[in-house]
């Protein structure tokens, strides 16, 4: 570096600073960096290499460091907002989700406040005016970059095959092992330790007893968008849903489904129901399972199914979490994308209704011929929430309870309408998490949310059985379906 670039060991300093103003902060006990002896280092060894890379593209030390430095903020900016809103800090999944925040800002941006949006916009573009005006065309500087990222990069290189740094972050913790090893390490090691794993051994059935009662003709599964009980979510009884309360009375098992996130990361209890793996067997795959879903297609609900048509139903985007190419690996036969629903009115928001969506599933279990799977992803009550100004002031808590209502009246839609089709039919009906609405819900505590499993036979009575009430995780959803349809294994 020039005489004039801020000293490496300044650099660092800075750095290991701002790694301290991560979410929660770090405990000094672990002395002045807050972290990890082993985690400050590879921040040290990460800073090097960003600092080369940046030097030998712009050939000022100056500018180099200071996008080293913003580019780190922008990081912890972004997990500290995430953690407020989601619970959990950025996990290095996220990064894959870039491309849908540029095609889907709207289910993002309401995460960062108004002015850390103008900030980052702002910054961005005096980043770039700095950067065209500081640009030095030295090639002995640009030199010097390509050798100091190598520095860097063969530093960490070496670093990570050490048996010290091997033994970091062994298993999926993210929360402990930020507040252990700072961020950004943390997002090196999890990457790394994901990308290490490889795909399962197919997966083979078990022998199984026969079922309790003959294989449904139609299996509807619906894994409605932010769908929580009111009355638990709120803590008032009077909010209680009606045909969440009679499909509990009338279901053949019910109870909670054990999600992982809240607010978001709708892939994670998908993947559970419908590939059936539970998070402890996934290891660091369990923050994106989407991402190695297809090494694991043997597991996909349709695939275990033999002789079944499977239908994916979804009013959105198919390529968001790369559904496009993930549900026809997994064993579906045709997928409906939003073309295949009726849009919404100008009165009925952005999305495709419940009541829209439920129609189309009607229409097509009473247009199949043969052992049919549905399963349809809901979008109606996806946030953020337009605030309700129905009253004095506006409310988001009135605007989300509209919308989960319409998904309690799809709830008892497709009860009447199954019961309707002369068919033996399996419903199940869950949410996928529970909403993150500023002001209103938060992170911590409970994250179950509803989950009814209605047996109707071919004269539109419904099957209590026993009313059995248990709580499953997604994947032993999954098994308690498949339990329905093939007997539970031996």
């Known amino acids: ?102 095609n889907h800002p709207e289910f993002y941006w309401s995460a960062v406040p108004v002015w850390q949006r103008i900030a980052a916009a702002l910054s961005a573009f005096a980043l770039i005016a700095t950067l065209a005006h500081l640009f030095v065309p030295d090639p002995a500087t640009h030199a010097a970059g390509l050798a100091l990222c190598g520095a860097g990069i063969g530093l960490l290189w070496l670093t990570l095959r050490t048996a010290p740094f091997r033994a970091l972050a062994p298993t999926p913790d993210a929360v402990a092992d930020v507040d252990r090893h700072g961020l950004a390490p ?30 449904p003709e139609v299996i509807v599964i619906i894994q409605c968008e932010s769908f929580a009980d009111p009355a638990e979510l709120f803590a008032d009884p009077q909010l209680a849903l009606p045909a969440l309360e009679q499909a509990r009375a009338e279901a053949w098992q019910w109870g909670r489904l054990q999600v992982s996130g809240f607010g978001a990361y709708t892939m994670r209890a998908e993947y559970g129901v419908l590939w059936g793996r539970e998070e402890d067997a996934l290891g660091f795959r369990r923050y994106d399972p989407f ?41 579906f036969d045709a997928l409906l994308g939003e073309d295949a629903f009726t849009p919404p009115g100008p009165e009925e928001g952005r999305y495709v209704t419940d009541a829209a969506m439920a129609d189309t599933i009607l229409a097509e279990a009473q247009a199949a011929t043969g052992s049919t799977l549905l399963y349809a992803v809901t979008i109606e009550n996806h946030g953020p929430w337009a605030p309700d100004r129905t009253g004095p002031t506006p409310d988001l808590r009135q605007s989300y309870l509209r919308l989960a209502r319409h998904g309690d009246a799809m709830l008892a839609q497709l009860r009447s309408g199954l019961a309707a089709l002369g068919k033996p039919a399996l419903l199940v009906f869950f949410g996928d998490h529970r909403p993150s609405i500023p002001g209103v819900t938060a992170p911590g505590g409970d994250r179950h949310t509803p989950y009814v499993m209605l047996r109707i036979d071919a004269a539109g009575q419904n099957l209590a059985g026993t009313n059995r009430q248990s709580d499953l995780t997604p994947a032993a959803l999954h098994h308690a379906m498949l339990a329905e349809v093939l007997g539970s294994p031996a």
Not at 189 to 201: A, I, K, N, T
Not at 309 to 319: E, Q, V
Request: charged share 15%.
């Open 186 to 215: 943390t997002l090196l090691l999890h990457w790394l330790r994901w990308r290490s794993m490889p795909d399962p051994l197919p997966c083979i059935d078990p022998p199984r007893l026969p079922p309790v009662l003959p294989a």
């Open 1 to 102: 570096m020039n005489d004039d670039d801020p000293a490496i060991a300044v650099l660092l300093t800075a750095a290991v600073l701002l790694d301290r103003l991560v979410s929660p902060r770090p405990r000094i006990t672990r002395g002045l960096a807050g972290r990890s002896v082993g985690g400050t280092w590879l921040l040290a060894c990460m800073v090097l290499a960003s600092q080369g890379l940046f030097l030998a593209l712009c050939g000022s030390g100056l500018v180099a460091a200071c996008l080293v430095l913003a580019v780190q903020a922008v990081l912890v900016v972004a997990s500290n907002a995430k953690r407020a809103v989601l619970g959990e800090p950025l996990l290095f999944p996220d990064f894959a989700m870039i491309r849908s925040i540029v």
């Open 291 to 331: 991402l190695t879903a297809i090494g694991e297609r043997s597991y996909a609900l349709p695939r275990r199914l033999p002789g079944w048509r499977s239908l994916f139903l979804h009013p959105h985007d198919l390529r968001f979490y790369g559904r496009d190419r993930i549900m026809p690996v997994g064993g």
